[in-house]
């Protein structure tokens, strides 16, 4: 089972919302301190709630953006 310390590292989490196509980034290192390293991936999804169609969507996007987040920028400063 994952946990958002799993996560926290190397990973970027998008909440995407399928009837909308709306996608939202999910804040980890907030999460972890409100929640706890331990805190399990399938926890998050499930409170997932798409705040422009007032709909659960339960699907997790987990982007690899390396540590720091460095592969993440490097993409984006392009
Ligand atoms: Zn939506």
């Given at each position: ?44 999804r499930m409170r ?27 993409r984006y400063a392009?």
């Amino acid at each position: 089972m994952q946990t958002l310390s799993d996560l926290l590292e190397c990973f970027q989490l998008y909440a995407v919302c399928e009837p909308c196509q709306r996608v939202e980034g999910v804040d980890l290192p907030t999460l972890v301190k409100s929640e706890g390293g331990d805190y399990p991936i399938d926890r998050v999804r499930m409170r997932l709630y798409c705040k422009s169609c007032q709909q659960r969507s339960q699907a997790l996007r987990i982007v690899y953006v390396g540590p720091d987040g460095k592969a993440a920028s490097f993409r984006y400063a392009r």
